[in-house]
């Protein structure tokens, strides 16, 4: 039965079910939009899910049978990002989400239903894997709104994407389906609806099973040969960590044993 962890802000829900944590974004009235006040919510959030030694793997989502996220709240533009001054604290806020997410040192899987445009999709590109309902719809609709988007964030949908297809996303600002979506590689699996929660949360916990150590080494090693390494991470460091780890010592002798290994993260 998952547990319910206390979050900062009230239009994010956090959870653990086994290793599994998930956060999702609850701002149904305005489908899953996400506003100022969750923008500033995301990092501390993310420190708190890597900090707790629980989590083996995140799994960022809409509530409910809601939209993943609909995009930046666009009401708030009027206001917020009424000038370039506005517009530069508010990037400033969108951006260290996406990094807070993108720079966890633990596992981020995407699970996408329905509408994931705009942020809401810079948002499930900051994510490690993404899986996504045969339904859902994506596309970042800047050019059609005449926003500029942060340089910090095009860096991480050019290293999830490749630049042809960031390109593609944005110069044209148009929608795509899940199909052209995986073909893209913006998703890794697409999955019917009714079976996306079951899908997502066995992938996660997957995930969660294998060796946390290795798992961070891998993650920092992809990123940094991406060009988005978490500043101040040695890739060399972790890999040589693993080598000592009790899990390198039960890896090997669950495989000698023929048996599942449990791995403490240690």
């Given at each position: 039965?998952?547990?319910?962890?206390?979050?900062?802000?009230?239009?994010?829900?956090?959870?653990?079910?086994?290793?599994?944590?998930?956060?999702?974004?609850?701002?149904?009235?305005?489908?899953?939009?996400?506003?100022?006040?969750?923008?500033?919510?995301?990092?501390?959030?993310?420190?708190?899910?890597?900090?707790?030694?629980?989590?083996?793997?995140?799994?960022?989502?809409?509530?409910?049978?809601?939209?993943?996220?609909?995009?930046?709240?666009i009401s708030e533009f009027a206001t917020v990002?009424?000038?370039?001054?506005?517009?530069?604290?508010?990037?400033?806020?969108?951006?260290?989400?996406?990094?807070?997410?993108?720079?966890?040192?633990?596992?981020?899987?995407?699970?996408?239903?329905?509408?994931?445009?705009?942020?809401?999709?810079?948002?499930?590109?900051?994510?490690?894997?993404?899986?996504?309902?045969?339904?859902?719809?994506?596309?970042?609709?800047?050019?059609?709104?005449?926003?500029?988007?942060?340089?910090?964030?095009?860096?991480?949908?050019?290293?999830?994407?490749?630049?042809?297809?960031?390109?593609?996303?944005?110069?044209?600002?148009?929608?795509?389906?899940?199909?052209?979506?995986?073909?893209?590689?913006?998703?890794?699996?697409?999955?019917?609806?009714?079976?996306?929660?079951?899908?997502?949360?066995?992938?996660?916990?997957?995930?969660?099973?294998?060796?946390?150590?290795?798992?961070?080494?891998?993650?920092?090693?992809?990123?940094?040969?991406?060009?988005?390494?978490?500043?101040?991470?040695?890739?060399?460091?972790?890999?040589?960590?693993?080598?000592?780890?009790?899990?390198?010592?039960?890896?090997?002798?669950?495989?000698?044993?023929?048996?599942?290994?449990?791995?403490?993260?240690?």
């Open positions: 039965m998952p547990v319910q962890i206390s979050s900062p802000c009230p239009k994010f829900s956090v959870s653990l079910d086994g290793a599994v944590a998930t956060l999702a974004i609850d701002n149904p009235a305005r489908h899953n939009a996400i506003d100022l006040e969750m923008w500033k919510a995301l990092p501390p959030i993310m420190a708190m899910l890597e900090r707790d030694e629980r989590v083996r793997a995140i799994l960022l989502r809409g509530a409910g049978t809601s939209a993943f996220a609909a995009g930046a709240d990002r009424a000038d370039s001054t506005g517009g530069r604290l508010y990037e400033a806020a969108n951006e260290a989400a996406f990094w807070g997410v993108a720079h966890c040192g633990k596992p981020v899987i995407a699970m996408i239903r329905s509408f994931c445009l705009g942020g809401g999709l810079g948002l499930a590109l900051a994510c490690d894997l993404r899986i996504a309902s045969d339904d859902a719809q994506f596309g970042i609709p800047a050019a059609k709104l005449g926003v500029g988007y942060p340089p910090g964030a095009m860096r991480l949908v050019t290293a999830a994407v490749g630049g042809p297809a960031a390109r593609d996303l944005f110069y044209t600002a148009r929608r795509i389906g899940a199909a052209e979506a995986e073909r893209l590689g913006i998703v890794q699996r697409v999955v019917p609806d009714g079976e996306l929660e079951t899908a997502a949360l066995a992938l996660a916990s997957e995930i969660a099973t294998n060796a946390p150590l290795t798992i961070r080494a891998a993650k920092a090693a992809i990123d940094e040969a991406l060009g988005i390494g978490r500043p101040g991470t040695d890739p060399v460091a972790l890999a040589d960590a693993c080598f000592d780890s009790a899990d390198a010592v039960e890896g090997r002798q669950a495989f000698l044993e023929k048996r599942k290994p449990s791995f403490s993260g240690r």
